[in-house]
Nanobody, 119 residues
Framework: VQLQASGGGLVLAGGSLRLSCAAS????????LAWFRQAPGRERELVAS????????HSADSIQGRFTISRDNAKNTVYLQMNNLEPEDTGAYYC?????????????WGPGTQVTVSS
């Protein structure tokens, strides 16, 4: 599985960005997906996750009401719509894909896309 995130950039506080992560896999709908982020000097943290069907999502408290995760299984793509961005949202954003098969957890990561929010 190969994941490629895009959509990062430099934005003013209060602005918006939409991240996309395209996956090269035929069974995309069998993977749960998530966005993580890592700021300089800090540990990587979960931002949001979405179930295989897209029916269930989970978001970190810090981004509640501002970010929305979604997926399009027909396009093999997961999105992160980020509104009302704050300087604290600055960091590298990574997408991951997880699948359980025969009791084994498979996890894949793509290269990050940088988000910089200036005040």
């Amino acid at each position: 599985v190969q994941l490629q995130a895009s959509g990062g950039g430099l934005v003013l506080a209060g602005g918006s960005l939409r991240l996309s992560c395209a996956a090269s896999v035929r069974t995309f709908s069998r993977y749960a997906l998530a966005w993580f982020r890592q700021a300089p000097g800090r540990e990587r943290e979960l931002v949001a996750s979405i179930s295989e069907s897209g029916d269930y999502t989970h978001s970190a408290d810090s981004i509640q009401g501002r970010f929305t995760i979604s997926r399009d299984n027909a396009k093999n793509t997961v999105y992160l719509q980020m509104n009302n961005l704050e300087p604290e949202d600055t960091g590298a954003y990574y997408c991951s894909a997880v699948q359980w098969q025969d009791g084994v957890r498979y996890e894949y990561w793509g290269p990050g896309t940088q988000v910089t929010v200036s005040s």
